[in-house]
T-cell receptor
């Protein structure tokens, strides 16, 4: 069964550094998402992306965050200047039809900011 | 703002029991509701998707129901097995909003 794949599985970075989290969504999917889960807390929506642009973003997704689909397969989340509170598990998700199909999640990237 | 609550937060049962996990949401204007399973340190595996016009969905030993008007969903797991041990999350669309999850332990 097709999968959403995320790399790396674990990223350690120093405060203030830039990080790029990478995702390869399922190939025929059109809608892409990033979520995060701080340890012990709920999974939270960050951003949705369709047709090469952001369709919705949460209050968490401030100017430090950006997303890109640089080619036909990758979907990236960039954090420009990481803060300690950015430490979390980041999940990428994709679906082929907004609201009408199940959302498929990757295994996540654990980001640790020191 | 949509709020999703799951009860109980944790559940421990002996193998073979049938069990029910509960999910409630505050805004009934949803497109659908999805149940996920999360194993420790892993991603989210989709179990069942119920559209807002549907009342229930079944997959194997899992049955999920949806009562949109009362803002409730239940996930029924029949004949539980140790391999069912995981955290179960429900989430509602518009913007996918998650509950805190129910941590299930099935003891052999």
């Amino acid at each position: 069964e097709p999968e959403v794949t995320q790399t790396p599985s674990h990223q350690v970075t120093q405060m203030g550094q830039e990080v790029i989290l990478r995702c390869v969504p399922i190939s025929n999917h059109l809608y892409f998402y990033w979520y995060r889960q701080i340890l012990g807390q709920k999974v939270e929506f960050l951003v949705s992306f369709y047709n090469n642009e952001i369709s919705e973003k949460s209050e968490i997704f401030d100017d430090q965050f950006s997303v890109e689909r640089p080619d036909g397969s990758n979907f990236t989340l960039k954090i420009r200047s990481t803060k300690l509170e950015d430490s979390a598990m980041y999940f990428c998700a994709s679906e082929w039809s907004s609201y009408n199909s199940p959302l498929h999640f990757g295994n996540g990237t654990r980001l640790t900011v020191t | 703002k949509q709020e999703v609550t799951q009860i109980p937060a944790a559940l421990s049962v002996p193998e073979g029991e049938n069990l029910v996990l509960n999910c409630s949401f505050t805004d009934s204007a949803i497109y659908n509701l999805q149940w996920f399973r999360q194993d420790p340190g892993k991603g989210l595996t989709s179990l069942l998707l119920i559209q807002s016009s549907q009342r229930e969905q079944t997959s194997g030993r899992l049955n999920a129901s949806l009562d949109k008007s009362s803002g409730r969903s239940t996930l029924y797991i029949a004949a539980s097995q140790p391999g069912d041990s995981a955290t179960y999350l429900c989430a509602v669309r518009g913007r996918l909003t998650f509950g805190e999850g129910t941590q299930l332990t099935v003891n052999p």
